[in-house]
């Protein structure tokens, strides 16, 4: 054996312990001992900062950021990173960088990556620059998904997300992507926010990594705007696929994440900053 995946949730909406800052956004930190990865960034550089440094993480030591989508509260940290130097490799969908929209009566509100975070990828060699439209391996046991088939009836993006300010080209989210492992338990599967629905995401793992046992799956579940109906067609999909943990974060929404520690009982646990989960490598 080669040691332990450690998983550590950075930033969330809600944390562990007081010393943690909480916020409207989502980062993992991905370690095997050997490769760093940041998988989303949060929202603010300040809350990753303060959190990477009360965790013992640091930041100059990630070689590897993957962006599961490009709105701002998974990608406005990112700036923080990709200033403290070193050699980072970027992965994300092309389509991450897009200018867009959330459009609703009340508020449109720009949501897509902020410029000066544009500008910092823009910046990095074009050798560091990667982008994953299809299925790409990080290492031997951890992937990324690229682009995940929409194939559910029941899923959609979750909210109303255009690419134009007025409200009339969908935003169907195509850069949205997860990152999974490959451990002696199953596979772990890390999402961002689910855009393209969880179950969709986890049937593609389960075809791009070769089938198997699903252990675990991490992070936002986008179920914050779902109806009764789609939450509980989510939750009668994931028992099918009969995972050992499920860790709803961010934007999964209150009713939701109930409702699956309600279904899962001793398999689900709230999310929280300052998580850490380990899981031993094949």
Request: aromatic residues 6%; glycine residues 10%.
């Amino acid at each position: 054996m080669n040691g332990n995946f450690e998983i550590t949730i950075l930033v969330n909406n809600v944390s562990s312990t007081p010393d943690l800052i909480t916020e409207h956004g989502y980062s993992l930190h991905i370690s095997d001992g050997e490769r760093k990865i940041l998988f989303d960034a949060g929202q603010e550089r300040q809350v990753l900062e303060n959190n990477a440094r009360k965790l013992g993480i640091d930041l100059k030591g990630v070689d590897t950021v993957a962006l599961s989508h490009g709105h701002y509260d998974h990608s406005g940290g990112l700036e923080a990173l990709l200033s403290v130097g070193g050699s980072v490799d970027f992965y994300a969908h092309p389509a991450a960088l897009s200018t867009r929209y959330s459009v609703r009566p009340e508020r449109v509100k720009s949501n897509g990556m902020p410029p000066a975070v544009c500008e910092a990828v823009h910046k990095l060699p074009q050798s560091r620059r990667h982008w994953s439209e299809e299925p790409v391996m990080l290492t031997k046991q951890i992937g990324l998904t690229g682009y995940v088939p929409r194939v559910s009836e029941f899923e959609d993006t979750g909210g109303p997300f255009f690419l134009d300010q007025y409200g009339r080209v969908e935003d169907l989210i195509s850069d949205d992507q997860a990152l999974w492992l490959r451990t002696t338990q199953g596979l772990v599967i890390c999402a961002g926010c689910s855009h393209s629905g969880i179950v969709n995401i986890v049937r593609h793992v389960l075809e791009i990594s070769g089938g198997g046992r699903i252990y675990a799956v991490i992070g936002g579940l986008h179920l914050v705007n779902a109806s009764h109906e789609r939450i509980n067609r989510t939750i009668e999909a994931l028992e099918q696929l009969k995972p050992e943990l499920i860790v709803p974060c961010h934007c999964t929404g209150a009713v939701a994440t109930d409702r699956i520690l309600e279904h899962f009982s001793s398999r689900a646990v709230i999310g929280a900053s300052g998580q850490r989960y380990l899981f031993e490598q094949v």
